[in-house]
DNA sequence: GCCAACGTTGGC
DNA sequence: GCCAACGTTGGC
């Protein structure tokens, strides 16, 4: 089993929107950065994803949620009124893939940013490196074993 | 709101 | 294929 991370803005999908109805699927779809769908078309379900906060007020690590359906094509990409529509997308070749995604834990906190880049076993971790954009990203099993450490505490 | 860092686009 | 211009991300 793998383990990723993936950015959210919790205004839009946190955390706690998981939370309140855990026994969801909740489509992930609007990626739309060649790296993060590759690293999404390699997502198993079972995988479990550590979902990450940003641009908002509490930045950093919220919880935990899982992988319940692989890799395939997001459906905003063929609807022209969508702002995820990708007009050089097509049913046979699509470009872009959502992946399904439901409950598994919330943090007691909201781990910062600021703590996460204190973790050594993060250092080489895309998300703590300055001017990262990755909104989908590999962990070891060791960053991930760091990031649940830190709730410990 | 600012702005650095990054990915993508498109002219050549 | 290069690279400047542009749009976006995302922390602060």
Redesign the pocket.
Known sequence: MNHWLM?T?PDELGIDDFAHEPQRDFMWDGV????ARNFMRSMQPGDHVVL?H???KH?GTAGIVKVTRAAYADPEQFNPDSAYYDP?SSATEPRWDAVDLCFVDKFPRII???EL?TLSALADCALV???????VMPLSANEYKAILATTNR
């Open positions: 950015k803005e739309r950065n060649y790296q990450y940003s641009s908002c930045i050089k910062p940013l600021s880049k490196r300055k001017g990262n954009r990755l909104s």
